[in-house]
């Protein structure tokens, strides 16, 4: 059984998407990776839900890996008062 064109297309596009990301913005690669593949994995396991309502699933789910680990020990730096608030990975 061969597999659709449109689908290798799709997935081939968005690491693409995802290595460019990593690329131009200087974020370490496994992050985006991790993120885009966390976001996906999310996305494709949701039942009954619309195509808009995934698709912003994926971009929350996503930003929320790639920014996320740098926010919390940020705040918990920031109020236990262990050194300096700009300290540190974003």
């Given at each position: 059984m061969?597999?659709s064109?449109?689908?290798?297309a799709?997935?081939?596009c968005?690491?693409?998407?995802?290595?460019?990301?990593?690329?131009?913005?200087?974020t370490?690669?496994?992050v985006v990776f991790?993120?885009?593949?966390?976001?996906?994995?999310?996305?494709?396991?949701a039942a009954?839900?619309?195509?808009?309502?995934?698709?912003a699933?994926?971009?929350?789910?996503?930003?929320a890996?790639?920014?996320?680990?740098?926010w919390g020990?940020?705040?918990?730096?920031i109020?236990t008062g262990?050194?300096?608030?700009?300290a540190?990975?974003?």
């Open positions: 061969s597999e064109v449109s689908g290798s799709a997935a081939s968005a690491l693409t998407g995802a290595s460019l990301y990593g690329l131009l913005t200087g370490d690669y496994s991790g993120a885009f593949a966390g976001a996906a994995f999310y996305v494709a396991t009954d839900l619309t195509l808009p309502r995934r698709t699933y994926f971009v929350v789910s996503d930003f890996g790639v920014y996320g680990p740098g020990p940020r705040k918990r730096r109020e262990e050194g300096e608030a700009d540190g990975p974003v």
